[in-house]
C-alpha cells in the first residue's frame, strides 16, 4: 500500500497506444472473443484478474510473474491458488500483441483491456479504458496473501478493505457483481453448509432449497474441487447475482453477507431492481480500481511471465 497512486488521471488515457499500436484494443477484443468460443468460462477468470492484480501494490502485471529461485509470485497465494487460472489466455494476447506492435503493449494494460472485453463480450457494459501502465518487475506472495479480500469476509470488513483503496461501499458492492460471471469450488462454501462460524451448523441465510441443491452438490467430504456457478446465470453478465442475494441464494458467505449487511443491502436491493445502475457502477468502479498505480520502476515486458533480461 505505500507504493499506490491514485493520480492514474496525470498518468493514464485513453487511446495511449494511438500512435504506437492502434489495433490494440481490437486485438485484445478477437483474442478475448476466440477464448470465449473455445471455453467460455475462461473469460471470467480472466477478468478476475484485474481484482488480483491491482489489489496488490497496484496494476502492474505482478499477478502473471511465475515464481523463480529468488521470488516467490502471486500465482501461489492462498487467495490465488485453485482459483485463478487461464494465464494462457494472457499469452496469447501478448503473442498476437507482440507481432503486431513489438515491446510495445504493457502486460498490465492487457489485464485492464481484456477484463473490460470479459464483460463486454458476455452481455455487460462496456467502458472507455486509461491505458499507459508498466509492468512490475518483481511480485510478492506474501502482499497477496494479506490484502486479498478472502470469501469469509462479512460486508463491514469489505468496506473497510475497499476504503483503503478509495473505494466506496457502492463501489464495493458493485464490483462483487463480478461474481456474476464464472464459478467456484466447492471448497468456498463447506463451511457454509456444514460448519459456519465454528458452529457444526449450516449458515441460517440460506435459502432451504438452494442450501439443499449444494448439499447435493458439495457432500460433506466430497471434492471440494467440484465447481458451481455463484449466480443462476454464470455465462451472462447482468444482474441475476444480485437477484439471487435478495432471494438468499447467494454462494459465498462475503456475497451473501451484502444483503444481510444493513450497510450495504439498499445497493443490493438498488442493483437487483435496475440493471442499467448495477452496470452504470460497475463500469466506474472498475475504471477506479484500474486507477490504482505503483509508484515502483516497471518495463513493458515481453514475456508477462517473466521479467525482460538486461543486456550485459
Known amino acids: 500500500m505505500l507504493f499506490l497512486t491514485a493520480v492514474a488521471g496525470d498518468i493514464l488515457q485513453p487511446g495511449f497506444y494511438g500512435n504506437t499500436c492502434p489495433k490494440a484494443e481490437s486485438i485484445v477484443r478477437e483474442e478475448m472473443r476466440k477464448t470465449m468460443l473455445k471455453e467460455a468460462r475462461s473469460v471470467a477468470s480472466v477478468m478476475r484478474f484485474q481484482f488480483h492484480d491491482c489489489f496488490v501494490n497496484g496494476c502492474d502485471g505482478s499477478v502473471l510473474l511465475d515464481d523463480t529461485p529468488t521470488m516467490l509470485g502471486e500465482k501461489l497465494s492462498l487467495p490465488n491458488i485453485g482459483s485463478l487460472r487461464s494465464f494462457e489466455v494472457v499469452d496469447n494476447i501478448k503473442e498476437a500483441l507482440e507481432k503486431a506492435c513489438p515491446a510495445t503493449v504493457s502486460?498490465?494494460?492487457?489485464?485492464?483491456?481484456?477484463?473490460?472485453?470479459?464483460?463486454?463480450?458476455?452481455g455487460g457494459p462496456y467502458w472507455?479504458?486509461?491505458?499507459?501502465?508498466?509492468?512490475?518487475?518483481?511480485?510478492?506472495?506474501?502482499?497477496?496473501?494479506?490484502i486479498i479480500p478472502s470469501s469469509t469476509l462479512n460486508a463491514t470488513s469489505l468496506i473497510d478493505l475497499f476504503k483503503r483503496f478509495n473505494l466506496t461501499a457502492k463501489d464495493m458492492v458493485a464490483l462483487s457483481g463480478s461474481h456474476s460471471l464464472g464459478e467456484a469450488r466447492c471448497f468456498s462454501v463447506t463451511d457454509r453448509l456444514y460448519n459456519q462460524s465454528g458452529s457444526g451448523k449450516s449458515d441460517p441465510a440460506f435459502e432451504p432449497i438452494y442450501r439443499e441443491k449444494l448439499t447435493k452438490l458439495c457432500p460433506s467430504g466430497g471434492d471440494e474441487n467440484v465447481t458451481s456457478g455463484m449466480d443462476a446465470t454464470p455465462r451472462v453478465f447482468d444482474?441475476?447475482?444480485?437477484k439471487d442475494l435478495v432471494s438468499r441464494r447467494g454462494f459465498l458467505f462475503s456475497d451473501q453477507s451484502l444483503f444481510t449487511s444493513p450497510e450495504t443491502r439498499e445497493y443490493v436491493k438498488l442493483f437487483s431492481e435496475n440493471q442499467t445502475e448495477f452496470f452504470n457502477a460497475f463500469a466506474e468502479g472498475m475504471v477506479k480500481l484500474g486507477d490504482l498505480l505503483s509508484t515502483k520502476?516497471?518495463?513493458?515486458?515481453?514475456?508477462?511471465r517473466v521479467v525482460n533480461q538486461k543486456a550485459s
Open 107 to 122: 502486460c498490465a494494460d492487457i489485464i485492464i483491456m481484456a477484463s473490460r472485453d470479459a464483460v463486454a463480450l458476455t
Open 297 to 304: 520502476p516497471g518495463e513493458v515486458r515481453l514475456n508477462c
Open 128 to 146: 472507455e479504458v486509461k491505458l499507459g501502465r508498466k509492468d512490475s518487475l518483481t511480485a510478492s506472495q506474501k502482499d497477496s496473501d494479506d
Open 239 to 242: 444482474n441475476r447475482y444480485f
